[in-house]
């Protein structure tokens, strides 16, 4: 294993106890080059900087513009080709490969001996020319080699390392390396967040940021991280949305403000779901919920056609039509379609409670109608929502913060919208009346109380706050996360996270 450069035998498939075993010689082999590295006076982590002059993905964009050039490129070495007195290498920067080309001749008889003794993995920097070999491949003739980082452990290869996904997720740095594509996952995300910047500030609004640690627990149903404050010698906990402190900007003068906001939710993990994520809430004045629907359908449609070069977008085995008009359904609505269940035919609680029997819908004992239709939704609806639909008038139940309808009180002015049978997106009519507000919080801590054990207290500050006044409010929350599945086809939410959150290995 101590001459591990050469990259001209094939791959042998092992066990992972003989994998195991080589990695640990490898490891001990490379500590032992490090140690004489340092012994001869040239410790590479000594090494404070490199001049790069240019990124491999331009040599390889403007060739006849660089040839014969001096360039000056830094990387990791990811392949060896090992022929005697020159040898070819890989480099990888973070935008592309480049091969190339170190001869004794060229670089010197000490500097050749010392490169003979690197490994891959190993970061170098690399002074020479550009050129094209007899077989047409762009490379860097070296001139000058610099070590710059010593990699003490081998980079995975084909048949170990990397092959269980889940490993990928704990060390993402190691699937950067060996898959480079994944990046562009990240890249692309970072570009979608930066147009929707760019699309909200377009519109007027404020990005602003909110306090991530919050001085009590409210009663929505999303259970919070606890954590405590020494000096304050109290505990507080981290939040689970950015709304109440964003409707209080409202409150305070600002007509549109936005957060992207960290969120953190003491909750399971599944494809669309990790305990930490990406929430981007905005709230205009003066609006009403079918200004956030056409708000969030046009920036969609921008954004899409920006980042895929197209409004419909190939997701889940799906094409995606985000161009075209969303369908909008009211709750009712699509209950009736989907399970042919009438929620005007309920004339009371138990009506309903009887229908849900009938159709085999599990509810509590206590349920309302308006519980109920819900329930339906979630059994019968959801999963046929492919193309993009937003529901829109939900019970007032399940919509502690939406506004309720003057023509039926019984519901609220309350959308989310969903795409290839998975919710995107919450929208309210945000509720300002602050004598309803207080009754529906104390309705939330009562029913968390009864659910178990909790701290959840009525947030009476942001009470005072609608007091004061809170102008008629659109707002709407989107989480990130989920667009940036949606635009990237990808399929569990650990894919565009760069470190989503694992169960820690014994």
């Known amino acids: 294993m101590a001459n591990e450069n050469n990259q001209n035998t094939e791959n042998v498939e092992i066990t992972e106890e003989q994998y195991q075993e080589q990695l640990s010689e490898q490891h001990r082999i490379r500590i032992e080059k490090l140690q004489q590295l340092k012994a001869d006076g040239k410790n590479p982590y000594e090494i404070t900087k490199f001049p790069v002059t240019i990124k491999n993905s331009e040599i390889r964009a403007e060739f006849e513009k660089y040839e014969n050039q001096t360039v000056s490129i830094a990387g990791r070495i990811t392949s060896w080709r090992d022929m005697g007195k020159a040898n070819f290498i890989d480099i990888r920067d973070s ?52 070590l710059l980082s010593k990699s003490l452990l081998p980079l995975p290869e084909k048949w170990h390392g990397l092959k269980d996904k889940e490993e990928r997720y704990r060390k993402r740095y190691l699937d950067l390396i060996a898959n480079p594509e994944v990046k562009d996952v990240f890249v692309t995300r970072s570009k979608i967040l930066r147009e929707i910047r760019n699309y909200l500030d377009d519109l007027g609004y404020v990005e602003v940021d909110t306090p991530v640690l919050h001085t009590l627990e409210i009663g929505a149903s999303a259970r919070p991280f606890v954590t405590h404050h020494n000096a304050l010698d109290i505990d507080m906990y981290l939040r689970i949305e950015t709304e109440l402190y964003l409707k209080r900007l409202i409150v305070g003068g600002f007509d549109k403000v936005y957060e992207v906001g960290r969120i953190f939710r003491n909750e399971g993990m599944d494809a669309t779901h ?31 056609i920006k980042i895929c070069g197209s409004d419909t977008v190939h997701y889940r085995g799906n094409d995606i039509e985000i161009g075209k008009p ?38 509590a004992a206590d349920a309302t109608k308006g519980d109920i239709l819900a329930a339906f939704f979630d059994e019968y609806v959801e999963d046929k929502l492919i ?94 996360d989920r667009f940036v599945m949606l635009l990237t086809d990808s399929d569990s939410i650990r894919d565009v996270l760069l470190f989503p959150t694992m169960k820690p290995i014994d």
Not at 329 to 336: D, G, L, N
Not at 339 to 350: K, P
Request: a negative charge; aromatic letters at 14%; charged letters at 30%.
């Open 95 to 146: 935008s592309d490969r480049m091969q190339a080309y170190v001869r004794i001749d060229d670089v010197g008889e000490e500097s050749f001996k010392e490169f003979k003794k690197w490994d891959l993995g190993d970061i170098v920097g690399i002074t020479g020319f550009v050129f094209k070999t007899r077989k047409g491949e762009i490379s860097v003739h070296a001139k000058e080699i610099t």
């Open 274 to 304: 990790n305990p930490e994520f990406t929430s981007i809430e905005m709230y205009q004045a003066y609006t009403d919920y079918y200004g956030m629907m056409d708000l969030i359908e046009n920036m969609y449609r921008s954004i899409a």
């Open 326 to 363: 969303w369908t909008r359904m009211k709750m009712t609505e699509a209950v009736k379609k989907y399970a042919d269940v009438d929620y005007y035919s309920w004339n009371s609680d138990e009506d309903a409670r009887a229908a849900a029997k009938a159709k085999n819908v599990e509810v």
């Open 387 to 480: 193309q993009p639909t937003i529901i829109y008038d939900y019970p007032v139940e399940i919509s502690p913060l939406a506004k309720r309808k003057p023509d039926e009180p019984a519901f609220t002015e309350r959308f989310e919208y969903f795409i290839s049978c998975c919710e995107f997106g919450n929208a309210f009519s945000e509720l300002n009346d602050p004598i309803d507000q207080k009754e529906r919080f104390v309705k939330q801590v009562e029913q968390r109380k009864k659910a178990g054990p909790t701290n959840a207290r009525v947030d009476e500050d942001f009470v005072t706050a609608l007091e004061y006044g809170l102008p008629p409010t659109g707002g709407l929350g989107m989480g990130l």
